[in-house]
T-cell receptor, first 111, second 114 residues
Framework: ETGVTQTPRHLVMGMTNKKSLKCEQH?????MYWYKQSAKKPLELMFV???????ENNSVPSRFSPECPNSSHLFLHLHTLQPEDSALYLC??????????FGPGTRLLVL | EDKVVQSPLSLVVHEGDTVTLNCSYE??????LLWYKQEKKAPTFLFML????IEKKSGRLSSILDKKELFSILNITATQTGDSAIYLC??????????????FGQGTILTVHP
């Protein structure tokens, strides 16, 4: 339960706000991921970081800006979001050739 | 584009029943197939399958992979109300790296009535 933590757990923001989501993993993993889960849609991969280097950007709009200062921390900076960006944002981490472990998520509502 | 399809989309059973959840995949550079259980929070890891025909078991849950036919099944025997959840299947595209990326299916919503 405490292997991957995310803050805040809930966030309400206006379309002109700037906010950041934080993820921290305590599992000694080398890769970290951001996913978006919208209602009635499959989990969508957004970004992948391996050893702090971004290796995947799944055509995510520039209003989402990831940052990975080290292998244990991952941020998602949000600015000028749209109401359709409201979703559950999940962070995950993994080691080489191993399963990804997820954090509890941040439920985001954009008004 | 990678694709994972799960069936059925929803399933309602009574306690004690046995259920089989299906997952078919089309994933380039396929490395592994993963199953997760999601209740009102984050998906929790169940199984990772890499080899065809080898069953993985954990208590009442088991899963098997068929790499020739590109599918996997998740079996739950003697279901309990605590098994009610969304079950997610994901294919791992190695993509030339050691970590790859997951493509998820839409999930199967399982409801177990007492």
């Amino acid at each position: 339960e405490t292997g991957v933590t995310q803050t805040p757990r809930h966030l309400v923001m206006g379309m002109t706000n700037k906010k950041s989501l934080k993820c921290e993993q305590h599992l000694g993993h080398n890769a970290m991921y951001w996913y978006k889960q919208s209602a009635k849609k499959p989990l969508e991969l957004m970004f992948v970081y391996n050893f702090k280097e971004q290796t995947e950007n799944n055509s995510v709009p520039s209003r989402f800006s990831p940052e990975c200062p080290n292998s244990s921390h991952l941020f998602l900076h949000l600015h000028t979001l749209q109401p359709e960006d409201s979703a559950l944002y999940l962070c995950a981490s993994s080691s080489r050739d191993r399963a990804q472990y997820f954090g509890p998520g941040t439920r985001l509502l954009v008004l | 584009e990678d694709k994972v399809v799960q069936s059925p989309l929803s399933l309602v059973v009574h306690e004690g029943d046995t259920v089989t959840l299906n997952c078919s995949y089309e994933v380039t550079n396929f490395r592994s197939l993963l199953w997760y259980k999601q209740e009102k929070k984050a998906p929790t890891f169940l199984f990772m399958l890499t080899s065809s025909g080898i069953e993985k078991k954990s208590g009442r849950l088991s899963s098997i992979l068929d790499k020739k036919e590109l599918f996997s099944i998740l079996n739950i025997t003697a279901t309990q109300t605590g098994d009610s959840a969304i079950y997610l299947c994901a294919g791992n595209n190695a993509g030339g790296t050691s970590y790859g990326k997951l493509t998820f299916g839409q999930g199967t919503i399982l409801t177990v009535h007492p």
